[in-house]
């Protein structure tokens, strides 16, 4: 008895250890190529990087008769137009979002709340060039125009399945006991939600905004269909305007040198930076009010 | 805090007094299953009532129908009559948020809001209700403070975050959470089951002092403490009726007569320790 279970525990810890090898390579497998790109990124984009290619608006390159690179100019207006879109899109899509996840998680049990979940799921994981084709058809074809704000739109329709199923999940984590105590006072469910429930999540539900924005700000492809690039900086929505995603996309074919290839990692470098000093921003706004 | 001992105590006490409760064929559901049958029982003003029964008898559900917590789940619905001071409050032009401000719940576990400060853990009832005024906003914390007898150890952490005070400290709280915005009767579901025997012999001292003022009704696993602080004792009994199981109330009477002479052998197996 005794040697057979000896034996049977001796296989069982090597399946474990084997198992658990597994997982560490697969996901050393994962993360090498994302150490790869964010090193090679932070490398090659940092030295791109100067007060002079924040500072400036795009250029044409030309061709110098040295063979040395020309100047190809700055990114001014395509931090400004990023800013803008998808600020503007977080606008559109923060109430929508926020208040569809208030309902899905304090009043959402029936039929029409599985459907909602389930139409946010599918949103989600759609492409992204899916709510640029709906926008491009419905706003860009009726009215013939290509506005910074139709872009808004198209990256609002990504956003809004993001922070909708956030915000659900974390309000959910709020105890039911913190409802209660509100509601047991005499407050009306719904002030109950708006000024105990909704400040006891503000740090979540600004990290699933986040989120959404970061994912908004990279997205290229609903931008292609909606928004007339505009070279320099603008400042009104109904209008043509620059963004980072669109200077990568486009500088790409007008490169000539491989020096000149390194204002598209500035660029990059400048788009992560942007997500991560907003999402910086919001942590330490939040942390404090808890 | 601009207070002064002055202040507050210059103004006279309100002589407010508790409510009567008379609750009438009272029936309980969650979703199509009853769980407490035709309680008929009156809740007498200025008394402590004390609700025993084994787990499950319902004692919970039915102190949640006597300030319509009990809808707030969903599928819950409460059948009968409940008349406070001989307002039905289940009538169909009463509104649920008005009844819950006269009749006020404390928790089993104390809910502190986990955001806010202690000041404004009492403070949000109060504006929630309609008042502003910050000197009177001030007034009513410090008063809703001394009368649950945690003012002196609060008036130098009013700002702090309620979760920084102990498990007792914090029920005081939400007890003077709930008497701030001056209901007529007070509901306590098992208010000291999480607090040591300390904790718990201030939080009984207090009821004793609140009663002058308020009607309550206490829910407690706890017989010593029915027998040490309540006037009346209802005990509950899970009965099998229509082939389920449904919570009753098989005897209702003063409590020195539950636990010396009590009529229902129910009552006698339950106290004596035979049965839950
Ligand atoms: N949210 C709910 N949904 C469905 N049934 C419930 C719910 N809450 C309680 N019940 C049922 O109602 C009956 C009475 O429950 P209640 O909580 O009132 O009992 P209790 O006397 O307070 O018990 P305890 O002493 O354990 O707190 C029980 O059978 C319980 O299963
Ligand atoms: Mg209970």
């Not at chain 1, 990279?218 to 200077?247: C, D, Q, R």
């Not at chain 2, 002055?6 to 009853?34: D, H, R």
Request: hydrophobic share 45%; aromatic share 6%; proline share 4%.
């Amino acid at each position: 008895m005794k040697t057979l279970n000896m034996a049977r525990y001796r296989r069982r810890k090597l399946v474990d250890r084997i198992m658990r090898s597994m997982t560490v390579v697969a996901t050393l497998l994962a993360l090498i190529p994302l150490f790869l790109i964010l090193g090679y990124i932070v490398i090659q984009g940092a030295s791109a990087i100067s007060w002079h290619f924040l500072s400036t608006d795009y250029k044409v390159p030309e061709l110098s008769l040295d063979g040395s690179a020309s100047d190809v100019g700055g990114i001014r207006y395509a931090i400004i137009g990023t800013l803008l879109i998808a600020g503007t899109a977080t606008l559109i899509a923060l109430p929508i979002g926020l208040l569809a996840g208030i309902y899905l998680s304090e009043y959402g049990k029936g039929r029409f709340a599985s459907f909602v979940r389930f139409a946010t799921d599918v949103l989600s994981g759609s492409p992204s060039i899916i709510a640029g084709v709906v926008v491009y058809i419905v706003l860009v074809k009726t009215t013939k125009e290509k506005y910074a704000f139709y872009g808004s739109v198209a990256l609002a329709l990504l956003m809004i399945p993001i922070i909708v199923r956030t915000t659900e999940e974390i309000l959910k984590l709020v105890p039911q006991t913190v409802r209660e105590a509100a509601v047991a006072l005499g407050v009306p469910q719904w002030k109950a939600i708006l000024t105990v429930v909704l400040p006891a999540a503000t740090g979540g539900i600004l990290t699933g905004i986040m989120l959404a924005f970061a994912r908004a700000a990279g997205e290229t492809a609903p931008l292609i269909v909606t928004v007339f690039v505009s070279n320099s900086v603008e400042y009104n929505v109904f209008g043509s305007m620059g963004s980072l995603p669109m200077y990568i996309y486009r500088t790409l074919d007008e490169l000539t040198s491989p020096e000149q290839y390194k204002v598209l990692w500035g660029a990059a470098f400048v788009l992560t930076a942007l997500v991560l000093v907003v999402n910086i921003l919001v942590r330490v706004a939040t942390r404090r009010r808890v | 805090m601009a207070m002064t001992e002055a202040s507050v105590s210059a103004q006279p006490e309100a002589a407010k007094t508790g409510s009567q409760l008379e609750i009438k064929n009272l029936n309980a559901y969650y979703g199509p299953k009853l769980a407490v049958r035709d309680v008929t029982m009156t809740i007498h003003p200025n008394e402590i009532t004390a609700l025993i029964g084994p787990s499950g008898c319902g004692k919970s559900t039915l102190l949640r129908c006597l300030n319509r917590m009990h809808e707030a789940i969903l599928g819950a619905r409460a059948e009968g009559t409940v008349l406070l001071d001989g307002e039905d409050i289940y009538a169909q032009d009463i509104d649920a948020t008005l009844v819950r401000r006269r009749v006020g719940m404390v928790f089993q576990l104390p809910t502190p809001l986990r955001t806010r400060s202690v000041y404004e853990n009492i403070a949000i009832g109060l504006r929630l209700g309609g008042i502003k005024n910050k000197r009177t906003l001030d007034e009513i914390v410090e008063r809703s403070l001394r009368q649950a007898a945690l003012w002196d150890e609060v008036k130098d952490k009013l700002q702090q975050s309620g979760l920084a005070l102990s498990g007792g400290q914090q029920q005081r709280l939400c007890i003077a959470r709930a008497i701030a915005i001056e209901p007529d009767v007070l509901l306590m579901d098992e208010p000291c089951s999480a607090l040591d025997p300390v904790a718990t012999f201030r939080i009984e001292e207090l009821m004793i002092e609140l009663k002058k003022q308020f009607t309550i009704v206490i829910v407690t696993h706890n017989m010593q403490q029915a027998a040490r602080v309540s006037d009346r004792t209802g005990v509950f009994m899970v009965e099998r009726h229509d082939e389920k199981s449904v919570g009753e109330l098989v005897e209702y009477a003063p409590t020195g007569q539950i636990f010396t002479t009590p009529q229902d052998h129910r009552t006698e197996e339950y106290i004596t320790g035979r049965v839950g």
